[in-house]
């Protein structure tokens, strides 16, 4: 216990930075204070907070877990195409989102386009659409807080009550702190789980004698050399995970974190330091899970490779329980948890566990975003600040917190293993299907409110197809493929262990292209913005 009780430590600590926050602004500061922590936000805390809620337990579990399933590819998959493309939507997008911000107050995207396509219900749809997609996320973090507590306690903690720990601790300093509280809790995380990623990955190596040794057993092995090669993911499935990436841009709570910022500047250091700091999460996280296929002295570890081979070589005889218990048994968002848990001392298997919990937690953002946005977009805009004031507007957002934190953790208590997978086929792959809003609204004045329609309704089809697919379909033993629509001999769409692939390719592809399509095809059929509108947008 520990571990367990060094990362409780670190959980009070957060907990009293959140407070602090609220004692710090409890002067009666309005919906901009609590929201937007009154665009105040420094150059320093403006980078850590905006990297960090973006690094949760989707990188540092989920990267681990998928690297010791699939190899050294899972870099290459999102850590290097995510140092290229989410500066690049920052820099084209967020100095230009904080500038429409400033000017005319908005405080979610959704005002925005409220107000770029003089839109009412429809910025509704688009609300309902985000928020639905950004749940999964939050999902995640209660899931690794529960994987995290219950792997470095040996077991002592159940997944159930270190979920309800994390859901609790996020939601009281979010509840007090709002932005302002969020953004320092982040920043203190950031700082903390980039140090202890660095001294996990030399630790460990030290510990088993450097990792040269780890990859030569790997080499040497016909059924692990593959791992440190891309062969377990096609060249179709790599090239369209690369357009993962762009949904960052469009989660509401990086948005709103744009913001925040106290001047425009902020983003030009922000662009160049963020794929350092991708740098320094994605190659120890993706190394330490490929390195786990190495280390059968660590016993966990040893299960799960055993489950994995039985997999492989009795999949025929098994039936759809046993092969669904034996893929959750062989899921590896815990690697690095179990390593730290054999290799280092307790007292430095708690500071380290506490880093990747660091991590795990950054959903504050995500409750935080969600909050404001009911209570901006919903809330204020079908009369409830006009008609109850602004105190009760951010006591609404408050209650808001504690709902979204037990709806999160109430899923978590069913989600299956899989933590990537979660948040790829969902989360990502939706956020970037809506990317066409952002682009349209910000520099094509000919887009119209009904090409964005068209883009949400697209949108949520296409998700709830793929849920249903995955619901009905039952998930394939690895290395299996198992067709659902097939034309003139060809597989269009099929169920693969991980999600579903339409020709090859992730969903994200054609459901982008698509999108866009609509959107460019719906606004050149339908009627523009007003002059008075597009003034304000585009100058005369």
Known sequence: MIPALVVFAYLGVVLYIGIFAF??????????????????????????????????AFTILGSAGHAFANGIVTFGLMGS?????????????????????????????VQMYRDRWECGHIGTAIFAIQAILLVPYIVIAVMGGGTTLNAVSDGVIPYWFGGAVVAIVVMSYVFFGGMRGTAWVNTFQTALFLTFGAAAVIFIGVSIGGFPQAMQRLLESAETASLLTRERV??????????????TIMFPHISIFCLTARRMGQFKKTVIFYPLCILAIWLPCTFLGVSANAMRDVPGIEAKLVARETLATERETLSMAEATELQSEASGDDVIILMLDHYAPLWLAGLLGAGIMAAVMASDSQILALSTMFTEDVFAYYGGAARFGPAVQVQTGRLFVIVIAMVAYAIALEAPPGIFGLAVQYAFSGYTTLLPLLVAALFWKDSTKWGALAVVIWTAVTLIATAVLQATVPVPPPGTIVPVWTVAGVDVISRTTSGTDVLGYMPVLPMLIVSTSLMVGVSWLTPKPTRTTLSRYFGN
Not at 94 to 107: D, E, H, N
């Open 23 to 56: 004692r710090h602004t409890a002067s009666g500061e309005g919906a901009e204070g609590y929201f937007l922590a009154n665009r105040s936000l420094g150059q320093y805390v403006f980078l850590l907070s905006l990297f960090g809620t973006n690094m949760t």
């Open 81 to 109: 195409s995510s140092a290229l493309l989410i500066p690049m939507g920052l820099y084209l997008f967020g100095p230009r989102v904080w500038a429409l911000g400033k000017r005319y107050g908005f405080i979610t995207p």
């Open 234 to 247: 096609a060249p179709r499935f790599f090239f369209s995970y690369m357009l993962i990436p762009l949904s």
